[in-house]
């Protein structure tokens, strides 16, 4: 088989269209193709009167093998692809199971994929996971949005699915490992849309999310891994140099922490994965307490930013806004100041809302999320600026105390009750604080303050959110309009501590591996499960 990138094609472009596209690219006959499938596809919008699909197409034809070779090309836009055999990494020889079952910490995108991996080699892994099921975790989720209660143990970032669970599930990576493919062949497996196996920038949607987290788990279940939620790590246990064993915590059955009904639990385990995720602030003070080598690294903190999905439609598609085979327009902007400091948008969620993404209380914390349709009004994304290593402090947790106090000015400035403090992008700009909406209404659930954002941020901060700004209204225009609305803060866009690991994803003791975006090693859903499939290898090859 032969695979053809970066063709040009109409939006529309059908069988036919296609077959001849690769025809051209060939050289060939149109009828000497046989089959001609779609591997890739993504929207190439320059030019806005012209807006055209850019695809990759798997071809078979009736050729020689000869006739083949010579029509491959060194610079690889024509080359021969063996679909079944590059989708996945070989799973992994026969080994032999372990006298102790290992340990999962974690039940995110590294954690489940670990567990994967452990189980797909007969070692029927145990998962911890402080946090709900993704079930149950849905329930909590939807009612701290409507107004009630928060759970420490149930919210947008701690249970399973991990926070990318409640923010899209935006698929998009530029890693090239190709264990990227196989993680999106999983979610497919597991009932994701089958189009993120060729979208540019595939997602899966909130609400379609939780459905495919629960099988991901009954297919490990069925290998033999077992899952305990609710169950806190509070503890290691080390001898010799060794992880021996590990101290759980394990929650009431009404969820969140009575510190008079939680009982701890003990087990034997001499081969740990840390996948704690990035908002497990709690487990990080505990590894540091325990000797565990952390160490502070660059993360970045900052608003989300509202505008009308239909004028970000037309700006990044002009008349072809409303063509069904584009779906909702997104962007990606960053800007880098003079002073070397860098904003830059991200999880941008096209035809979405801003969510309350707190997992403390008395702290005003933001994501974003989209459905599957991504058919709201409003498209939300972060704008954040990046905060060198040292910024904050030097100490390895530093970080995150100056997000912790981010979130609790916030939260003063909203007025309490989990309200956010909110500001039109004009009145940011002149520093004059907002009196309410203009054109494009905030679509955070709980409720806005508006105000002045400079109330909550340091002046470093405003003042290269308002730089960066103008900057991304050059690219595009419109971007730093009037009405658009920010909101604050987006403080968990990543984690602040990296777990010190060596080549062999092992740190502090022998057994103890650590994976996934909370250990710093990793930046979104598909990242992290390729790093949990890595530590899950490395345990098993050690």
């Given amino acids: 088989m032969i695979r053809l990138s970066n ?3 109409p939006l529309d472009a059908g069988d036919a269209e296609l077959r001849q596209a690769a025809a051209r690219a060939l050289e060939r006959s149109v009828s000497s193709i046989l089959t001609v499938k779609v591997a890739r596809w993504s929207v190439d919008a320059r030019d806005k009167r012209d807006v055209r699909a850019v695809v990759s197409l798997d071809v078979t034809g009736a050729w020689s093998e000869s006739d083949e070779n010579r029509m491959i090309r060194r610079d690889g836009k024509i080359r021969r692809v063996d679909t079944d055999s590059a989708k996945r ?23 489940m994929f670990a567990a994967l991996r452990l189980a797909q080699a007969g070692w029927e892994p145990i998962v911890w996971e402080r946090g709900k099921t993704v079930e149950e975790r849905a329930v909590d989720v939807a009612l701290f949005q409507e107004g009630g209660r928060l759970d420490p143990e149930s919210n947008v970032q701690f ?8 923010s899209d599930g935006k698929l998009t990576t530029g890693i090239k490992d190709p264990r990227r493919q196989e993680v999106l062949d999983v979610f497919a497996e597991c009932g994701a849309p089958e189009e993120i196996l060729i979208l540019a920038k595939p997602h899966v949607g909130t609400d379609r999310l939780p459905g495919v987290v629960k099988r991901l788990r009954e297919m490990i279940i069925g290998m033999g891994g077992t899952f305990s939620f609710r169950t806190r790590l509070a503890g290691l246990r080390t001898r010799g140099g060794a992880v021996v064993g590990a101290r759980g915590v394990l929650g009431d059955e009404g969820g969140g922490r009575d510190r008079d009904r939680d009982r701890d639990i003990n087990i034997e385990a001499d081969r740990v994965v840390l996948a704690i ?19 502070s690294k660059p993360f970045a903190v900052g608003v989300r930013i509202e505008h009308s999905q239909a004028w970000l439609n037309r700006a990044q598609y002009g008349a072809y806004g409303s063509h069904p085979a584009l779906g909702a327009a997104d962007y990606k902007l960053a800007a880098h ?8 948008t991200f999880c941008v969620c096209p035809g979405g809302t801003v969510v309350a993404a707190s997992s403390e209380p008395g702290g005003v914390a933001l994501n974003g999320m989209s459905k599957y349709a991504r058919d709201g009004i409003n498209a939300n994304g972060g704008v954040l600026v990046a905060l060198r290593e040292g910024k904050c402090g030097d100490r390895p947790l530093d970080g995150l105390a100056f997000q912790r106090g981010l979130e609790e000015a916030a939260f003063r400035l909203g007025g309490g009750n989990f309200r956010a403090p909110a500001q039109r992008v004009g009145d940011f700009l ?3 604080a907002s009196l309410g909406p203009g054109m494009v209404a905030p679509t955070y659930p709980r409720g806005v303050e508006w105000c002045e954002l400079d109330g909550c941020l340091p002046v470093f901060l405003v003042d290269a959110l308002r730089e960066g700004l103008r900057r991304m ?11 658009a609305v920010l909101t604050g803060v987006e403080s968990r866009s990543s984690s602040p501590v990296r777990i010190v690991r060596d080549g062999l994803y092992q740190t502090g003791a022998r057994g103890l591996y650590v994976a ?14 390729v790093d949990g499939l890595r530590a899950a290898e490395a345990m098993i090859h050690g």
């Fill in 7 to 9: 063709l040009s094609a």
């Fill in 89 to 111: 990494v070989a799973v992994l020889p026969g080994m032999m199971k372990p006298a102790r079952r290992p340990l999962v910490v974690g039940a995110g995108p590294a954690g």
């Fill in 159 to 166: 249970g399973e699915g991990g926070a990318g669970a409640f």
């Fill in 277 to 295: 995720g990035h908002s497990a602030r709690d487990t990080l003070q505990m590894l540091r307490d325990a000797g565990i080598p952390l160490q």
């Fill in 337 to 344: 100041l003079p002073d070397g400091t860098d904003v830059y």
């Fill in 430 to 432: 002149r520093r004059k």
């Fill in 473 to 483: 209204d050059r690219m595009l225009p419109g971007f730093a309009q009037e009405d």
């Fill in 516 to 529: 996934g975006e909370g250990a710093g090693y990793a930046g979104g859903i598909v990242s992290a499960a």
